[in-house]
């Protein structure tokens, strides 16, 4: 009863602070080729706009790999490229363009990333007119990094976790909560089957059961988006891709045995599962970047799996990516899963 | 070897004390009951025996092991049928037995025989492929003592296990506990609040209340131990009242007689056998013998004298106002 007055109350606090209506503070690298008076004058701008309405965090990068680099690998959200030239061209009322490359794997940072951009670059040719009384064919080219990916299918990493989520909320612990419940789990506390035994056979049923499910929801979702990701990954992507749902299914499944270990009315589960969805999800990065939230619900994210497993599964599926790009996520996976399965079952106590 | 002892077992949860220093002695082969009320640490006793609970203070062994050191051989060692019903409402009957076997570490071979006679002998052959939650609660419970069974135990503890059975599933399951008992040479340990049920079934009765035993002794040796015997009422006419009780009294193995109005009241050792004699004897007199009323000295009875009241009803569960039945016990209290 007090929780479920309580966790409402937390809903608000989490979700308010993962949508606030704008994007803030989104990483965009600037490589800036040019080095002229123009160059730095769009540069200027942009810092404009990460001073003010603090919709990006400028970061000038000198070499233009580095940059796509940390673009393909989520460090950046955009990288914006000032050609060589750029200040000549200005000034010789040449056709000047401006690179910017987006990350479209998350539309809703790549829009407004652009939006801003666009932004803080037409005051560039405002105050360029004035001065030079004469229109000058200035444009932004942008570029998506990633061949086009409609919004409902950059959900599917979310959508994917949720059915984990849930997969694991009702399989493994559930399933001990609700033996304790109805008093079975007297007759095998009978039985010579160790507390290990226990644990580890629920945590196995869950296990198959939860990603068998987030298999069919990765694949219905699919269909349902129109993503195929089938003729767009490799094999080694798809592995990779099992590696990291079965890595989270194990890490929420011991969560589940932390939690619950000592719970005996399922009731108490709903109510702890409605807010745990809550806070493990949407501060994930599966609908809202992660950029954009305050600094301690960053950190909670830093410690959130489903934020790792969000980023992996966007990786594999979007970016082509390797095991280079995830090998942090299913690293951190691992570890979590080990930890929290260790954990579950030293809060699990093998008596009435 | 004794197949179970306890040497001043004492469990106290905070305050309270749920046992409070119980010594035991079952032979191997015995069927042995506990009788007490609810409340009296019967289930607590079972739970330290099946190593479910540790005691404050005391030993307990059975098969000559420890409970809190052996615990797992212990296990190993004992059938088990709870006092809830907790045979798994999702599995099928043969599943039930199967799993549980597994759990025993059974081989497939082994398994597979010992399943098949046990439903057969608990009468669940034809429902072995159906849901236990199709089952009434009789067949659950010869189920789960079936289940108590499949890997051959040396010692089968049963709490109440005819609590909450209908009279005829409840006979079903005396029969059933008298057959294992003289197929497998098992020793049995069962708790009741049912006089029957220990009366009809066990060699020996202790009788335990406030954790701690009171009394213990064969059915026969217990009602002996007391003074109220089986008491005869008569309905008599065309006799003096007052010498058919002093010719009452002479009778051998009648303690007291009394009368009132036409009614003689007489108190025997063995009231069936003194019935005979009693009414020849009244007819001799000229008199009449309308109705005869035997009420034979019970477990109750005993009970009665040891405890100083009558096996009582199931007090209420203390049950939380905030967070309703059914929460965390310590939640709820």
Not at chain 1, 181 to 191: D, R
Not at chain 2, 8 to 37: C, R, W
């Amino acid at each position: 009863m007090a929780m479920s007055l309580l966790m409402p109350i937390i809903y608000l606090v989490i979700l308010g602070n993962s949508f606030q209506g704008e994007l803030k503070n989104l990483p965009v690298a600037v490589v800036d080729l040019d080095g002229g008076p123009y160059s730095e004058k769009v540069m200027e701008l942009f810092r404009a706009v990460e001073a003010g309405p603090a919709t990006l965090d400028i970061m000038q990068v000198a070499d233009q790999g580095f940059a796509m680099e940390g673009l393909r690998e989520g460090v950046f959200k955009a990288v914006v490229v000032i050609p060589g030239g750029f200040s000549r061209d200005v000034m010789r009322r040449n056709l000047s363009e401006i690179g910017l490359y987006l990350d479209n794997a998350e539309t809703i940072s790549a829009l407004t990333i652009r939006a801003s951009i666009t932004g803080a670059l037409s005051a560039l040719k405002d105050e360029f007119v004035s001065i030079r009384e004469e229109r000058a064919q200035m444009r932004l080219r942008d570029i998506e990094l990633y061949k086009k990916i409609d919004y409902d299918q950059t959900l599917i990493p979310g959508v994917v976790i949720m059915a984990i989520f849930l997969g694991a909320m009702t399989t493994g612990a559930f399933n001990m909560v609700m033996d304790k419940f109805l008093g079975v789990e007297e007759s095998y506390f009978l039985t010579p089957l160790s507390k290990t035994d226990i644990v580890m056979g629920l945590i196995a049923s869950g296990l198959l059961i939860t990603t068998f499910l987030a298999l069919i929801v990765l694949f219905v979702g699919s269909l349902i988006s129109g993503l195929f990701f089938w003729g767009g990954i490799s094999f080694g992507a798809f592995v990779l891709m099992l590696a990291v749902i079965i890595l989270s299914t194990l890490g929420l499944q011991g969560l589940m045995f932390m939690i619950m270990g000592r719970i005996n009315h399922p009731r108490i589960v709903g109510v702890l599962g409605g807010f745990l969805n809550v806070i493990l999800f949407f501060p994930s990065g599966a609908i809202y970047p992660i950029e954009s939230f305050p600094g301690w619900l960053k950190a909670f994210a830093f410690v959130n799996p489903e934020t790792y497993s969000v980023h992996a599964m966007r990786a594999l599926l979007f970016k082509s990516a390797g095991l280079q790009a995830v090998q942090g996520d299913i690293a951190f996976l691992a570890v979590f899963a080990l930890i929290s399965v260790l954990l579950g079952m030293l809060v699990f106590k093998r008596a009435l | 070897m004794r197949a179970i002892e306890t040497t001043d077992l004492v469990k106290k949860y905070g305050e309270l004390t749920a046992l409070g220093g119980v010594s035991l002695d079952v032979p191997e082969g015995e069927f042995f009951g506990l009788l007490g009320p609810n409340g009296a640490g019967k289930t607590t006793l079972i739970r330290i025996l099946t190593t479910l609970l540790k005691p404050t203070a005391g030993a307990a062994r059975v098969m000559g092991h420890d409970v809190v050191k052996e615990n797992a051989l212990v296990r190993a060692l004992i059938g088990v049928v709870p006092q809830a019903m907790t045979s798994d409402l999702d599995l099928t009957g043969y599943e039930t037995m199967d799993i549980y076997a597994r759990f025993y570490g059974m081989h497939r071979k082994e398994r597979g025989g010992r399943i098949d006679e046990l439903l057969d002998m608990v009468g669940l052959k034809d429902r072995a492929k159906d849901l236990v939650a199709t089952y009434s609660g009789g067949m659950r419970r010869r189920l789960e003592i079936a289940r108590g069974l499949v890997h051959k135990p040396a010692v089968l503890i049963l709490d109440e296990p005819t609590i909450g059975l209908d009279p005829q599933s409840r006979h079903v399951v005396w029969e059933l506990l008298e057959r294992f008992r003289n197929a497998d040479k098992l020793t049995i340990l069962l708790t009741t609040h049912y006089m029957e049920e220990a009366e009809s079934l066990c060699d020996r009765v202790a009788i335990i209340d406030y954790g701690k035993i009171v009394a213990l002794d064969t059915v026969p040796g217990l009602k002996k131990q007391i003074p109220q015997k089986d008491s005869i009422e008569l309905g008599v006419t065309g006799v003096d009242m007052e010498r058919a009780v002093e010719w009452a009294k002479k009778l051998s193995g009648v303690t007291t007689a009394s009368y009132r109005e036409s009614t003689l009241l007489v108190s025997a050792d063995h009231g069936a056998e003194a019935i005979p004699a009693i009414v020849e004897g009244l007819r001799g007199m000229g008199g009449r013998v309308a109705r005869v009323m035997l009420k034979e000295q019970t477990l109750e009875d005993v009970f009665i004298h040891y405890t100083g009241r009558p096996i009582r009803e199931e007090e209420a569960k203390k049950v939380s106002f905030l967070l309703g039945a059914g929460v965390p016990t310590k939640w709820g209290k």
